[in-house]
Each structure stands twice: as structure tokens, then as C-alpha cells.
């Protein structure tokens, strides 16, 4: 034991003379370069002196970098992230001024923005060449990952080669079927398409009616997406609006997904849950927005932040990263304006910044984290990269840009494939999506108005001369804005119970609410309060059913021509029938949840374009029924079960989550009731839910 110490310290101490070593001829290297960054004094040195100097500086910034840079990455999480960047550049450099001004005799000296480049090379040299050593001894690169990943275990459990595989779960979120599949065939993902011809098999499910993040990865993590009719909604008996990624709308659907099921979810024992809405009841979290409404110590949500930045090199190239996607964001967005492509949406204002959170910083810390989780022998993870789905939004679910982003992510993948050869036990990677987008010009657009504005004007009431645009309800959006530490919730929080309608909408499905009815509203009493408004909204055109109570035939679906379907009649035939098979069921299912909306609209949807129109400001949308929305995809080891049976299909995320449970039990993985949970959290601390939306994450 004690000569493995030995052997171990030593080890440690010969790497931190290399690595002192590299970086005193860098900083010698950059001196030579630099006009205004000098290691002499003015009168010039022997180069034996001049060295002595560059090794006290390199010596210097190491020091501080090492004792210093975790507290400021600490302090940096307290304010904007989208400054982030630009702080890590400087404070670096602040750093190396400071190394400098330790030398003895002053003779280190450097201009500021000469600082800041000289201390940017450095942490990267420094850092490569750490990551270097570590890699050919297995505990140091372990060591190294695990405070990437911000956890340590306290013991190793027994692992080796022969023990039961882990398993990680990585959502793709908004990667539909077809998109994956034209991805593999296009040569846009040949890590997908190299697992496809030899060891996955590729699955299609079907989402449920209302097909966006929050109710497909509820159901996937926790079981249950019951009561989740849309991305967002009005809850007539609280006098509350519920957004599916607000962090108080988050804790509150898990803390009742746990008590329907009565079990903590997927992840129960020994999992991690990062990037997520919810957490699966992982007790290792990062990034999770169902609890980063936490406050004080109980809030991990960020402690993936400050693991991954702790290594100044980790900040220094994701800023950089991150400049340079704001600026490839720029630069598609003009050329498409240029060009005159249609469908557009508007990308400016703080977009730019957000795709650039999402498809580099997210995405970064998401990615180490669940690398740390693998060399720690995480028995089950689940992890969401959004980048895909927060492009797709802008730019097309099948567009240039969105395509780029998919060999990025693909680029992740081969990454974790290449970690999980030096795993201490086997993992299987399972890839999956919770949804996909369909394209189409957004509803606005294509007919001069919006879907408030129309119910406004069915109404009788007056509309704005001006349209007010609906918020965009991608995943990334308060994801960016908990970390930036902006308020998520808006001043309709808790709207007015006024007799005017609340116009909510999730892609191409909207959502009508009166709020002075305490009650579901009939058909019969809409008619009589507003004679027009049923028959306005059925007969556009841009609209394709409708779904209201009715007192005489229960609910009904409501069609062009005043046609009237019984939701106990529905078949995929009729009104539904462009939606596809289950269409009638998905609807069936969502009108028998209690906070389903007065009005339930769904836009018309093509199928000979595959488009549909959004009552948000996208062109790629999802959230209600048509097309490639609705079609996710489940991409699975063939070491694993079939996920169905031949000629069964696999519909909804509930039926998803019992998949995943059975592959984790067939490897004895985390099947812990809540009830059976070592140390269960009461659901009021653990997810503490007031009448205010608390300032935190998703989109």
C-alpha cells in the first residue's frame, strides 16, 4: 500500500514538473513573438536568467490559476452568463498580470490585451499537456474527469469488465425519425450510421397529442405525463399559468408525476440526470431545471458549471466556441435574408446568444458531465443535448444550419463511444428522441394574423393594430435565462379572471380559456357568450379541428361546415384523418385530463408538403398533431430486448418509459420505488413549489 502512495505522488509531482516545464517555454515562445510582452529587464538578461523568468511566471500562473480560477468561477456563476466569456478572457489575463508582477526584480511585463491572449494559449498548453500525462495513468484521468463532472465517489464500487453494463440514455431533443434517418443516409452523422449497420436497431414511436419536451420526457424520466395537454397552460382551479419549462411549473409536474406513480422515477438509484426538465430522481444532477428553482445549498442545478469551468482552459475554449457560433449565427441569418429564403422567422435580438448557449455551452457541460458519470461507473444516465431543436426553430428542421449542428452532435457521440472503451464497467448507449419538428410557414405569417387575434376577433373584441407575438417555447430559452439569473415568468403569470380569452400556444396547437369560468365551458355556453367564435376558428382555413365539451354528445371535434364528431366516435378517419393513425386516440386521451383547455386547436396540416402552421414565431414547430412532430425515434444496442414486439408499434411516452425500465431491470439497474428510497426528500423540500414562478431555467 504505502509504495503504491509513493508511486502515485510521484507520479503527480513528475507531471506538474512537465507541465511546469511546457509552460515556461511557451511563455518564453510567446515573449519572443509578442512586441509588448517581455520577460527581461530593460538593460536585457543572460538566457539563463531569462529562463529563471519564465519559469517563475509560468510557475506563478499555475499556482494562482490552480487556488484562484475555482473561487472566481464560483463568483462568475452569479452573474450573466452570457458575460461569461468575455469575464473568462479577462480575469485569465488579470491572473497573468498578477503571475507576472510575482517575479522577482519586475522583470515580467505585458501590455493588457497582450495578458489576455498569453494567458489564454497558456491554460490551453497547460491543460493539453496535463490531460496528456493523465491519460496513461487511469486513476489520474479518472481523478481528472470526476472533478470535471463535480462528484467524487466517497467509495469505488467493485467494477470491472465483467460486471453489469451501465447504461446511458442520451436524448436528442427534437431529432425526429425521418431527420435521423436522412442524417445516416447523407453522411451528415456516420457515427449513428456506423452503429446502425452493426450493432443498434432503429425504432419509430409515436408522441402523445401534445408532443414537445414537457410531457414526452415527464412520461420518459418519471412515467407519467398525465394533466400535461400542452407546452403551456391556464389551470382554471389555481388561477395559474403552468410552462412546461419554468422551473416552479417543472418542480410542481414532477412533484405530481411522483405521486400518481408513486415511484422517484427512472434514475432512482445510483443515476445522474443532466440537462434534463426533470430528474428522474437521479440523485447526481446538472443542469436539471425541476430543481434549480432550489434555493441555498440544496440547488445542484449549476454544480455542472462550476465543474466544467473550474479548468480555465474549459472556459477560455468554450467562450471561444461560443463567439464564434454567435457569429456563424449572424452570418446564416444574413445570408438568408439575402437570399430571400422563405420560411424565415426573425433571429436577432438575444437569439444569437441563446444558439450559441445551446449548441456550445449546454452542450459542452452536458457532454463532460455525462463523461465523468461514465468513468464513475454511473450505473443509468439521461442526458438531453437541445442544440437540434433550438436551431430547427429558426432556421428548419431540415435546413443547412440545423445539419450542421446534427455533425457536432454526432462528433459528441464518437466522443462517448471512444470514453466508454475506458470505463471500469460495459456501457450501453441508447439514443432517443422526445419528439420531432414539422416545417411551415408560422400562422402569422402566412394569413396576416395571429391566433390571439383571430379568437379576439370571433370574440367581438378589438384587435391590436400591432400583433403581439407569442413567445417562443423552445427548450434552450429558460434553460439560457436560469443561468443568466434573468426572471423566467412573465407579468401573466397569474392572469386577470376577466371575461376576456386566454390565447396560449405550443407550436401548432393553441389553447382557449376563459377565466372567469371556474369549470370547463360547454359548447352551447361559448356559442351563447360569443355567437361567432366556434365557426370562425373551425372554418379557416390554417386550422384543422377543434375540441370542446359539448352538453348534449359529451366532447366533440369540431370541422369546416359546422361538422361535429363525438370524441367517443373518433376514428383516424374524418376530421382527423390527415394527422395519421392514433391521432384519434392521442386526441381521446388529452380530452379526459382536467386542465384541458376551454378550446383545444390544432392548425391544418398538409400531407403532401409534410408542413404545418405555428402559432408561435417558428418554422419548425412541434407541440400538437401533423407530420414529423409527432414521429421520435428510439435507437437502441441489439444486446437490448426489442423495444416491441414485430408488427407492434411503439405510441406515447409512457409506453417509452416501460421500455427503458425493462432494459435497466434486465441488468438489475435502478428499479427503486419512491417509498423505498434510502432517505427520501419530503416533495415540498425537494421540489418547492410557491405561487410565483422562481427566476431559473428551459424555454
Known amino acids: 500500500m504505502v509504495p503504491g502512495r509513493w508511486r502515485t505522488a510521484g507520479g503527480a509531482l513528475l507531471r506538474i514538473a512537465v507541465v511546469w516545464v511546457v509552460s515556461s517555454l511557451t511563455l518564453l515562445a510567446l515573449a519572443g513573438l509578442l512586441p509588448d510582452f517581455q520577460l527581461q529587464s530593460d538593460d536585457g538578461d543572460s538566457a539563463t536568467r531569462t529562463a529563471v523568468t519564465a519559469a517563475w511566471g509560468a510557475g506563478a500562473f499555475g499556482l494562482l490559476s490552480a487556488l484562484v ?27 497573468l498580470l498578477l503571475a507576472l508582477w510575482l517575479i522577482p526584480d519586475g522583470r ?20 493539453a499537456t496535463s490531460t496528456a500525462l493523465a491519460v496513461r495513468d487511469d486513476n489520474a484521468y479518472r481523478r481528472r474527469l470526476y472533478r470535471l463532472a463535480g462528484r467524487r465517489r466517497s467509495t469505488s464500487p467493485p467494477l470491472g469488465p465483467d460486471s453489469p453494463p451501465g447504461t446511458v440514455f442520451l436524448q436528442l431533443d427534437g431529432v425526429g425519425h425521418r431527420v435521423l434517418r436522412d442524417a445516416v443516409a447523407d453522411g451528415t452523422m456516420p457515427t449513428v450510421a456506423a452503429w446502425l449497420g452493426s450493432t443498434h436497431r432503429l425504432t419509430p414511436w409515436r408522441t402523445d397529442w401534445s408532443s414537445q419536451t414537457g410531457a414526452s420526457q415527464l412520461a420518459i424520466l418519471h412515467g407519467t405525463n398525465h394533466d400535461v395537454p400542452a407546452f403551456r397552460w391556464y389551470e382554471k382551479d389555481t388561477g395559474r399559468l403552468m410552462v412546461s419549462n419554468r422551473p416552479a411549473s417543472a418542480a410542481e409536474l414532477q412533484r405530481r408525476a411522483i405521486e400518481r406513480t408513486g415511484d422517484g422515477g427512472l434514475l432512482t438509484l445510483d443515476g445522474a440526470s443532466r440537462g434534463n426538465l426533470f430528474s428522474g430522481g437521479a440523485d447526481q444532477l446538472a443542469l436539471v431545471l425541476s430543481v434549480s428553482a432550489r434555493r ?4 445542484r442545478s449549476r454544480a455542472g458549471y462550476v465543474a466544467y469551468f473550474r479548468d480555465p482552459a474549459n472556459a477560455v475554449r468554450t467562450a471561444i466556441s461560443f463567439i464564434a457560433e454567435v457569429c456563424r449565427e449572424i452570418g446564416q441569418s444574413i445570408r438568408s435574408r439575402i437570399g430571400g429564403e422563405t420560411p424565415r422567422v426573425g ?15 449546454e452542450r459542452d457541460v452536458v457532454v463532460a458531465a455525462v463523461i465523468g458519470d461514465m468513468l464513475a461507473g454511473r450505473t443509468a444516465v439521461y442526458a438531453d443535448l437541445v442544440a437540434y431543436d433550438e436551431v430547427a426553430h429558426h432556421s428548419g428542421p431540415h435546413s443547412r444550419d440545423a445539419a450542421r449542428v446534427l455533425a457536432n452532435l454526432d462528433r459528441s457521440l464518437a466522443l ?70 434573468l426572471p423566467v415568468e412573465g407579468r401573466d403569470e397569474r392572469p386577470a379572471r376577466t371575461s376576456g380569452p386566454i390565447v396560449l400556444a405550443s407550436g401548432n396547437l393553441g389553447l382557449i380559456s376563459f377565466p372567469d369560468v371556474s369549470y370547463r365551458m360547454s359548447r352551447e355556453e361559448i356559442d351563447r357568450r360569443h355567437p361567432g367564435l366556434l365557426d370562425t376558428l373551425a372554418d379557416h382555413p390554417g386550422i384543422g379541428f377543434l375540441l370542446v365539451r359539448s352538453e348534449e354528445h359529451g366532447s366533440v371535434v369540431l370541422g369546416p361546415a359546422r361538422l361535429a364528431v363525438p370524441v367517443d366516435d373518433l376514428t383516424d378517419e374524418g376530421p382527423l384523418a390527415p394527422f395519421g393513425p392514433g391521432a384519434a ?17 390544432n392548425s391544418a396540416y ?22 414529423e412532430q409527432s414521429e421520435a425515434f428510439l435507437l437502441s444496442p441489439r444486446t437490448m430486448s426489442p423495444p416491441v414486439a414485430d408488427g407492434s408499434r411503439l405510441v406515447g411516452a409512457e409506453e417509452v418509459h416501460q421500455v427503458l425500465r425493462r432494459w435497466l431491470r434486465e441488468v438489475q439497474g435502478p428499479q427503486v420505488p419512491v417509498q423505498e428510497s434510502p432517505s427520501p426528500p419530503r416533495p415540498e423540500e425537494a421540489f418547492p413549489v410557491t405561487g410565483r414562478v422562481v427566476p431559473d431555467k428551459h424555454g
Not at 77 to 82: G, R, Y
Not at 296 to 299: S, V
Open 69 to 95: 480560477w475555482p473561487l472566481v468561477v464560483r463568483a462568475l456563476l452569479l452573474v450573466p452568463a452570457l458575460v461569461l466569456g468575455l469575464l473568462a478572457f479577462f480575469l485569465n489575463g488579470s491572473l
Open 108 to 127: 515580467g511585463e505585458a501590455a493588457p490585451d497582450n495578458a489576455v491572449v498569453v494567458a489564454a494559449v497558456m491554460s490551453a498548453v497547460a491543460s
Open 296 to 299: 441555498g445549498r440544496r440547488n
Open 347 to 361: 433571429r436577432g435580438g438575444l437569439y444569437p446568444f441563446i444558439r450559441a448557449f445551446a449548441t456550445v455551452v
Open 416 to 485: 462517448l463511444a471512444k470514453v466508454a472503451e475506458h470505463t471500469p464497467r460495459p456501457y450501453r448507449i441508447v439514443l432517443l428522441s422526445d419528439h420531432g419538428q414539422s416545417p411551415g410557414e408560422t400562422f402569422e405569417s402566412a394569413y396576416g394574423l395571429t391566433l390571439r387575434d383571430l379568437v379576439r376577433a370571433g370574440c367581438g373584441l378589438p384587435v391590436p393594430r400591432r400583433a403581439q407575438h407569442t413567445p417562443s417555447g423552445a427548450e434552450a430559452r429558460d434553460t439560457l435565462r436560469s443561468a443568466v439569473h
Open 585 to 601: 386516440d392521442a386526441v381521446r386521451r388529452t380530452d379526459s385530463f382536467p386542465h384541458v383547455a376551454d378550446i383545444m386547436v
Open 606 to 627: 398538409d400531407p403532401r408538403t409534410g408542413t404545418v402552421h405555428a402559432f408561435e414565431e417558428q418554422i419548425g414547430s412541434h407541440g400538437g398533431l401533423g407530420g
